[in-house]
Structure formats: structure tokens, C-alpha cells
């Protein structure tokens, strides 16, 4: 696609279910990431996939959290069992491998309650 | 830990002048360095980068300032209009261990830029 597209723009789900979020990355890019962006501060590194490495889940803030990515394109974040604490803007971006100036989607705002 | 931070989290400005938005970094290993631009309810968007072997950049209007001695980043606008109203976030990146190839991007907490018609 033309730009990084991500689903759905806005949930908002019940503390202590589970939400997949998620992420169609620019065609041909390989290195795709996930962000987290709470409300009035910067984006938090979640975790990172390169071409078919082992991906980069340094960011990872619990077990809850967990990402993959199939197929080289297409990437869910699943978040489980949620709490409130997990409500944020969480952005997905995708690069050319070894380029940097990575393209964000617009995210999507998760909101438990 | 590392971090990228910014001096100024508030910058209000007259329609026509320049704007400075500063960054301080911490990270002596980074040699990669990013200005993005978000807009409420968007993404953020590549602005300008720079890297270590530089000290100054321009694009279209904007400039980025590199002074590693000091680890000090600066973006500079020029004839700042209403549509530079956002959020500007600096970025760095360093390369990952053993490597060529950069990693993920360690953001500062952002600037907010307000343009005065």
C-alpha cells in the first residue's frame, strides 16, 4: 500500500480481555515496530522485526504483551488480559532495510475501561 | 539508562519568525538522529535526519544542527507557518551491537510548537 496502515483506529475493550491490534506495513519493507504512545508523552519502544532475524521484544513492558509477524508483512500486537495501565496510542512503523526514517501508520487508540 | 530528552516541552511563535526546537541526548553511541512531526491524531512524520559525520543538514525550510561535543540536537524552522503547529519529537538511533544496520528509534518526550496567525 501506499502508506503503513493500521486497525482498528480506536478500541475500547474491558479490563482483563484481550485485543489484537493490527499492522499492514509498506510493501517491500522489511523492518517493521511497534510503538507506544501514552497521552502527552513520547513514544515508548515496544518491540522490533527485521527481515526473518529474531525480533528485537527488548520493549515488551509484561509477558502480557506479544507480537508477530507473518509472512515477512502483516504484523499483530496482541496485548492480553488488559488493564488500564495499557491504554495509549500504539503506533506501528516500516522501514527499508538498513534505512532509517521509518513511516508511521496513525495508530490505534486502546482505550480499557 | 540512555535517553533523549528536550529543553523546551511548550515553543509559541509569530507567524514569519524562525522557530528552534532544541534536543539534548545522552547516548555517546548514537550516530543517528531524527526529527519527526505529529499532528494531532496522526502518526509522526520524517521531518529531516542527520548523521554523526554531519553537523548541519537543510531541507525545505528546516535545518538540523548537530553538536556532538555538547550531544545537542536542534531543529530550526524557518518562516514558521500555522501548519508547523504540531508536535516535534527528536529521535536517536545507534548501531546495534556487532553490527551495520540500525535498530530501534529511543524518542525524546516532545516539543509542543504553537504558530500565531
Known amino acids: 500500500g501506499a502508506g503503513v496502515s493500521q486497525s482498528p483506529s480506536n478500541k475500547v475493550t474491558e479490563k482483563g480481555k484481550d485485543v489484537e491490534l493490527r499492522c499492514d506495513p509498506i510493501?517491500?519493507?522489511?523492518?517493521l515496530y511497534w510503538y507506544r504512545q501514552s497521552l502527552g508523552q513520547g513514544l515508548e519502544f515496544l518491540i522490533y522485526f527485521q527481515g526473518n532475524s529474531a525480533p528485537d521484544k527488548s520493549g515488551l513492558p509484561s509477558d502480557r504483551f506479544s507480537a508477530e509477524r507473518t509472512g515477512g508483512s502483516v504484523s499483530t500486537l496482541t496485548i492480553q488480559r488488559t488493564q488500564q495501565e495499557d491504554s495509549a496510542v500504539y503506533l506501528c512503523?516500516?522501514?527499508?532495510?538498513?534505512?532509517?526514517?521509518?513511516?508511521f501508520g496513525s495508530g490505534t487508540r486502546l482505550t480499557v475501561v | 539508562g540512555e535517553s533523549v530528552g528536550l529543553h523546551l516541552p511548550t515553543l509559541s511563535v509569530q507567524e514569519g519568525d524562525n522557530s528552534i526546537i532544541n534536543c539534548a541526548y545522552s547516548?555517546?553511541?548514537?550516530?543517528?538522529f531524527i526529527w519527526y512531526k505529529q499532528e494531532s491524531g496522526k502518526g509522526p512524520q520524517f521531518i529531516i535526519d542527520i548523521r554523526s559525520n554531519m553537523d548541519k543538514r537543510q531541507g525545505q525550510r528546516v535545518t538540523v544542527l548537530l553538536n556532538k561535543t555538547v550531544k545537542h540536537l536542534s531543529l530550526q524552522i524557518a518562516a514558521t507557518q500555522p501548519g508547523d503547529s504540531a508536535v516535534y519529537f527528536c529521535a536517536e538511533a545507534s548501531r546495534e551491537s556487532g553490527g551495520t544496520s540500525y535498530g530501534k528509534l529511543t524518542f525524546g518526550q516532545g516539543t509542543i510548537l504553537t504558530v500565531h496567525p
Open positions: 547516548n555517546s553511541a548514537s550516530d543517528y
Open positions: 510493501s517491500g519493507h522489511t523492518a
Open positions: 512503523a516500516s522501514s527499508l532495510y538498513r534505512m532509517m526514517g521509518y513511516t
